[in-house]
């Protein structure tokens, strides 16, 4: 079965940091791009970044590049969302995707497996 499960989400003031984790399981984890995505009340679920295991290619989004990393721990089958300087405009819930075709798509669709998601609320 497979399975994405986040962790790390909060509430943080402006300025502050996170770091989200997803745990995977369930399929080859060094075979699998995984994506971050958020999603805000009311708005559409946007791409954030996204790492290829097979080869550590990475794609971050412009409206959070220079604040976020992306790294992944193959031993662990983790993948971590780095965030700081965090702003109001980053609060969302954070969901991790994973897509076995390795494209490291800036869409939804692209991904076929969904963790459930963790808030993160950023105060000002």
């Known amino acids: 079965e497979v399975q994405l499960v986040e962790s790390g989400g909060g509430l943080v003031q402006a300025g502050g940091s996170l770091r989200l984790s997803c745990a995977a399981s369930?399929?080859?984890?060094?075979?699998?791009?995984i994506g971050w995505f958020r999603q805000a009340p009311g708005k559409e679920r946007e791409g954030v970044s996204c790492?290829?295991?097979?080869?550590?290619?990475?794609y971050i989004a412009n409206s959070v590049k220079g604040r976020v990393t992306i790294a992944s721990d193959n031993a662990k089958n983790t993948v971590y969302l780095q965030m700081n300087s965090l702003k109001p405009e980053d609060t969302a819930v954070y969901y991790c995707?994973?897509?076995?075709?390795?494209?490291?798509?800036?869409?939804?669709?692209?991904?076929?497996?969904w963790g459930q998601g963790t808030q993160v609320t950023v105060s000002f």
């Open positions: 995707a994973a897509d076995p075709r390795r494209r490291c798509g800036k869409w939804d669709f692209e991904y076929d497996y």
């Open positions: 369930g399929f080859t984890f060094d075979d699998t791009a």
């Open positions: 790492i290829r295991n097979s080869d550590g290619s990475i």
